[in-house]
Structures are given as structure tokens and as C-alpha cells.
């Protein structure tokens, strides 16, 4: 690839200081601010010495890895404490670096939702994948088969006997057995059969399929996740998943292979496995947190403070002309707008946030603890992770202020 003259200059110069002044190298180089040039310093083996959050291009994405590290430790202590084992969700992160370091904690390995997800973490090495939403249509059905005969172990949800022919028929053409749970729904109505007999029929129908195997049963009471107070999340999650419970028996009375019972969320991974029956959790949010599940509450008190937010957007004040109000370059594009809340700004008391289109948003700050200037940067807490996560390409990985990792996001559908 020919490098253009000017680029070379650059590099040259930055070499030179960033050798002898690690941390004025990007002043001296003329400011690494772009993604793309951050990318390519890391390709051409500069790496990322020097390099702190307040050198990121913003709206940008952020992991504090302290906290993050923080999280995964104290949900893998919680899943040995409690006799349950962790698949956790990938579908909140997209990232191939974050199941490696799910897994080194102990997990078994992860669930992801769509096929491109299966696809990015089982190219990055991540075994034990359960895809938890139905995949159908020839297309998603031939990549799923065609993931499983170069990763075995990878597991598929069914809801629909005709689901389970059309799988079985495909596993067969390409010389496999696909391993199928059976998707139970756990109320909400959104997929799923029926618990009790609707299931067990099912189930006998998969198991009879001559390319599949059963292996367990999946059910996500997404509804029970946010219910506000812990008595009455922990009485909805019960209400939600004793009937899958109860089937998971059932069907092992009526002698179906079946060993795996995967649900739970952030939300309930402290109920669900009071309920003994489920396997798995298959948790996701706990790594990054968001506005979302801070407000939900805890066992012990109004804050659900069980793990720490360690994603947040940095944006910065690009406009401030009028008194008590200021803009950031940080909007519908930058957020999830899939809750009725925007942000939390993050270490400056008293400033809200507003959305104010899809690259501004406007920070209220009457109330604000402390001066906000033209060409500050804001740090936000996300208002709901997985989809905030979504939006990016990459997350700047900090330790402290300084940038140790960028990690990819594989995002949306391919
Ligand atoms: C099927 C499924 N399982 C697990 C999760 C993880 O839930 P949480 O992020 O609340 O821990 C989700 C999240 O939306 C989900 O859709």
C-alpha cells in the first residue's frame, strides 16, 4: 500500500517524540483523533503509548476496564456461590474480547442472538455459543448449519415443529447433528411454545428428528429484568420461570436428553437460582450497566449498585450561547433511543441531559455542580447498553485516563 508523503512525515515526527516523550506524542504529531487514525497507529506498530481518553474523537465509546474487570469477577463469584453455571449474553457487547475474558472468568461460553454474532465470536475462537432467538428462512438456516459443522457444539432454538424439520432436514444435507433446544415462553408472548404439554410435544417431535439433538430447554423472562423493587422482580421471575422449571422435570421424567434449563437476566441473576431447577444464566448487561437497571433497585437498598457502570459515551460541549444551557455533539446517533430516558451525565452533579436531534444534545445546567465550558468533554452513562453498543465500531478500553485496548463491535446485521 503506498503511504501518502504527508503521512510519512507524521509518522516520522511522532516516532521521533513518542520515543522520548511518550505522553506529547499526540500533540507533537499534529493530534491522533480520528478512529481511522488511531486504527492505523496500531497497525503500523505505534501503538497506543500516549494515547488517553481525552485524545478520542467524540461521540466516542468507552470501557473502564477497572470496573468492568470488577464486574466480571463478582458475577462469576456469585454463579460458583450459587451452583449455576454462565453462558453469558453477547448480544450486549458484540465483542470477541469481551467473551474471551467472560469465559477466562469461567463461563462456559456465550449466547448471542443473531447468526452474524455466532458468526464474528465462533471466527474469534468463542466455543459453547447458544443462539437464543429462532433463526429461519433458508439463509440464516444454511449459516447456521454451516457454523455448526465447523463449531459442533453450537446450539440452536426451536419453537415450531416445522422450525424443526426445516432445521433437521438442512443438518442432515450438510452431514451434521444440530443441537436444538426447545424455546419456552415464559408469558410475554413474544417466542416460544407454550410450557407443559404444548413443550413436551415438541420436544418428543425434535427428539425424533433424525439430525437433531436435544439438549435442553431456553426461556428469558426479558419482562421480569426491570421490574422495579427486588420483592416484586424476584415475584415475577418465579411466577415467569416455574413453569419452565417445571416442564425441564417433565420431560426428563419422560426420558428426553435434556441437561440444560438456560434464562435470567442482570436483573434476576441473584433470584433465579433460588428457584433450583435452571442451569444457566444467561446474563448479559451486568458487564457494562446502563441508566436502565441503575433505577431497578437492589436486594439491600433503592440503587441497584451490584455492578458498576463501566461504559459511558464522552462528548463534547460544541456550542454554549446561552445561560444555564450548553450543546454537546452527542445525540440520537450516539444514544439508545429505545427508552423514555435520555443519559445520565456522569461526575458532574445537577447537569441533564436532553436530546436535541440526532447529533445534539442539550445539557440543562442550572442545577449543575460545576462550570461547563465550550470544549469540555462530557463522560454519559448509557441509557440501555445493548443497543447503545450497537452504534459504535469500536470501544476505547481505558485503564484510568489512559487508552490500553480497542476492542471491534461486531455490529448490526451482515
Ligand atoms: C434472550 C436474552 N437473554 C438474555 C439477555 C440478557 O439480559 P440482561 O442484559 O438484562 O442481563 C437478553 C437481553 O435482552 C436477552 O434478550
Not at 46 to 65: E, I, M, Q, Y
Not at 271 to 289: A, C, H, N, R, W
Request: hydrophobic fraction near 40%; glycine fraction near 10%.
Amino acid at each position: 500500500m503506498k503511504i501518502p508523503r504527508r503521512n510519512l512525515l507524521q509518522r516520522g515526527l511522532g516516532l521521533t517524540v513518542a520515543a522520548v516523550f511518550p505522553s506529547l506524542w499526540t500533540r507533537a504529531a499534529g493530534a491522533t483523533h480520528s478512529g481511522s487514525e488511531i486504527d492505523e497507529r496500531m497497525a503500523d506498530g505505534r501503538g497506543l503509548a500516549g494515547l488517553t481518553k481525552h485524545d478520542l474523537p467524540t461521540p466516542t465509546l468507552v470501557l473502564d476496564l477497572d470496573i468492568f474487570e470488577a464486574n466480571l469477577a463478582r458475577m462469576s463469584q456469585h454463579a460458583k456461590a450459587a451452583a449455576i453455571n454462565l453462558r453469558p449474553h453477547a448480544k450486549t457487547h458484540k465483542c470477541v474480547e469481551v467473551a474471551r475474558r467472560q469465559i477466562k472468568a469461567g463461563a462456559l461460553g456465550v449466547c448471542v442472538a443473531t447468526i452474524r454474532e455466532a458468526e464474528a465470536m465462533a471466527a474469534g475462537g468463542i466455543k459453547g455459543l447458544l443462539i437464543t432467538s429462532e433463526l429461519v428462512g433458508p439463509s440464516k438456516i444454511s449459516r447456521l448449519v454451516r457454523l455448526a459443522k465447523t463449531h459442533p457444539d453450537t446450539m440452536a432454538v426451536v419453537d415450531h415443529p416445522r422450525h424443526a424439520d426445516q432445521l433437521s432436514e438442512a443438518a442432515g444435507a450438510a452431514k451434521i447433528r444440530l443441537n436444538v433446544f426447545i424455546d419456552i415462553d415464559p408469558g410475554s408472548r413474544r417466542t416460544g411454545v407454550a410450557a407443559g404439554a404444548p413443550a413436551l410435544e415438541l420436544a418428543q417431535y425434535a427428539a425424533k428428528r433424525p439430525h437433531l439433538n436435544l439438549r435442553g430447554i431456553h426461556c428469558y423472562s426479558g419482562a421480569s429484568a426491570h421490574v422495579l423493587g427486588f420483592e416484586a422482580r424476584r415475584a415475577h421471575s418465579q411466577k415467569a420461570m416455574t413453569p419452565a422449571i417445571e416442564t425441564f422435570h417433565q420431560l426428563k421424567q419422560a426420558g428426553l436428553p435434556i441437561e440444560i434449563l438456560s434464562g435470567g437476566s442482570t436483573g434476576t441473576y441473584n433470584i433465579d437460582p433460588e428457584f433450583k431447577g435452571m442451569t444457566e444464566l444467561q446474563v448479559g448487561s451486568y458487564v457494562f450497566m446502563d441508566v436502565d437497571y441503575r433505577v431497578i433497585g437492589g436486594r439491600t437498598g433503592p440503587v441497584y449498585s451490584d455492578f458498576g457502570a463501566s461504559l459511558m459515551v464522552i462528548a463534547t460541549v460544541i456550542s454554549q450561547n446561552q445561560k444555564n444551557r450548553a450543546t454537546v455533539d452527542a445525540g440520537f446517533k450516539a444514544f439508545a433511543t429505545d427508552r423514555k430516558f435520555g443519559p445520565d451525565v456522569h461526575g458532574i452533579p445537577g447537569v441533564k441531559y436532553q436530546f436535541a436531534g440526532d447529533e445534539h444534545g442539550i445539557l440543562d445546567l442550572q442545577e449543575a455542580s460545576r462550570e461547563v465550558k465550550l470544549g469540555d468533554r462530557i463522560e454519559f452513562i448509557v441509557p440501555h447498553c445493548d443497543p447503545n453498543v450497537n452504534l459504535y465500531d469500536r470501544i476505547y478500553c481505558l485503564r484510568g485516563e489512559k487508552v490500553e485496548a480497542v476492542w471491534p463491535v461486531a455490529r448490526g446485521y451482515l
